[in-house]
């Protein structure tokens, strides 16, 4: 069964610390792998694809890692603000053109002062 | 470019109803899916539609079904509403291609007393 873990359920860091969430996957064949970011009472929004070739990717202060033999990919968030306090949500594409998508429960991220 | 829309944002309902979400996909985006998240539970895929039909579908009963129209619009519904109903539905787009980017609507917030 496809499955997607992440850890850890829940973070409290202080504003300008670093943080890495991580991502461990069982999905196979694999297609891509995503990371989004969920603020409360809001949809997902996307921050970081990468496929199988890809094993790091940025987007302003966050940086994805994926490495496709482990099944395992990271998010780390650097000089964290109190705006990065949200629900960040792996999620993995299944190849085989099935387009299938399987979501991980997220880890809540709270940055305090 | 305007972003996926949902309607209507909040709605109470009470046991035994029905209920009629709308979400309206980005200009040209054909694929669209259809999320409930929970508490604790992340995100669950209920189905995807692509050109009119449903390509995917997720684990729910048959009380949760869905459609797309012409235009790409897509409705769900859920009859006999039960008290575990209450969630997020979140519904979100697709751009081209198996590593297409999901765009997410903000989600239609379900009561269900």
């Known amino acids: 069964k496809n499955q997607v873990e992440q850890s850890p359920q829940s973070l409290i860091i202080l504003e300008g610390k670093n943080c890495t969430l991580q991502c461990n996957y069982t999905v196979s064949p694999f297609s891509n792998l995503r990371w989004y970011k969920q603020d409360t009472g809001r949809g997902p929004v996307s921050l970081t694809i990468m496929t199988f070739s890809e094993n790091t990717k940025s987007n302003g202060r966050y940086t994805a890692t994926l490495d496709a033999d482990t099944k395992q990919s990271s998010l780390h968030i650097t000089a964290s603000q109190l705006s990065d306090s949200a629900s960040y949500i792996c999620v993995v594409s299944e190849g085989g053109g099935g387009n299938k998508l399987t979501f991980g429960t997220g880890t809540q991220l709270k940055v305090e002062l | 470019k305007a972003g996926v829309t949902q309607t209507p944002r909040y709605l109470i309902k009470t046991r035994g109803q029905q209920v009629t979400l709308s979400c309206s996909p980005i200009?040209?985006?054909?694929?669209v899916s259809w999320y409930q998240q929970t508490p604790g539970q992340g995100l669950q895929f209920l189905f995807e539609y692509f050109s009119e039909t449903q390509r995917n579908k997720g684990n729910f009963p048959g009380r949760f079904s869905g459609r797309q129209f012409s235009n790409s619009r897509s409705e769900m519904n859920v009859s006999t509403l039960e008290l575990g109903d209450s969630a997020l539905y979140l519904c979100a787009s697709r751009s081209q291609g198996d590593t297409g980017e999901l765009f997410f609507g903000e989600g239609s917030r379900l009561t269900v007393l």
């Open positions: 200009s040209g985006h054909r694929s």
